[in-house]
């Protein structure tokens, strides 16, 4: 009796499934969604928003902010943390109203959904700039968190201490802001791009 050899099929992974870029089965529920996306992604140089839609011969952006976007708006304080991302997400919802487009999913990709993040900063940042984006308010940072003011109160407590003050502020006074005003800096963004958070 000739035995016959099973012989065992390897699915290889999509590239950019390998390469830890993108999760299909996520972005297929996204897509059922039929509605833009919000993709938001945390790089080395600070945070990237952007309104992408899918059509037919593949996705396109419809508005894209990042920090070179930020600085032109006019913030000077950190890139990368959650003030900023949340400045960002708001300058993305401002610019995409333009096109009529508020209704949006929110893509995070495979970056970690943790709970009060800068991903979910941007998130607040585009809703109160008008967007309705499905989430749950349980993951948004507090308010105090998005305007600053929790920097604020440290840098007044490392005030007596110019070294350290210096070693860890030095950033925002080289870029022209206090981080003892950022809460200000931050809301006089949103009074000239949309509205005042209150």
């Not at 919802?93 to 943790?114: F, H, N, P, R, Y």
């Amino acid at each position: 009796m000739i035995m016959k050899k099973h012989t065992r099929t390897t699915t290889v992974p999509h590239r950019r499934r390998r390469e830890q870029r993108t999760d299909y089965r996520a972005r297929l529920k996204l897509l059922k969604s039929n509605k833009p996306r919000f993709v938001v992604r945390r790089g080395t140089n600070g945070i990237m928003c952007q309104i992408v839609e899918h059509q037919k011969s593949g996705d396109k952006t419809l508005v894209s902010i990042g920090p070179a976007q930020l600085t032109k708006a006019g913030y000077k304080g950190h890139r990368a943390n959650s003030p900023a991302a949340y400045v960002t997400g708001f300058l993305c919802a401002a610019e995409v109203k333009k096109k009529k487009v508020t209704d949006v999913v929110l893509d995070i990709g495979l970056q970690s959904a943790t709970k009060g993040s800068v991903l979910f900063a941007a998130l607040k940042g585009a809703v109160d700039g008008g967007l309705a984006i499905p989430h749950g308010e349980q993951v948004l940072p507090s308010v105090d968190r998005v305007t600053g003011a929790h920097i604020a109160a440290f840098a007044k407590k490392l005030k007596d201490n110019e070294a350290a003050y210096k070693k860890q502020f030095g950033g925002y006074e080289k870029a022209g802001v206090k981080p003892e005003d950022l809460p200000e800096h931050v809301n006089t963004i949103l009074k000239k791009h949309g509205k005042a958070k209150d």
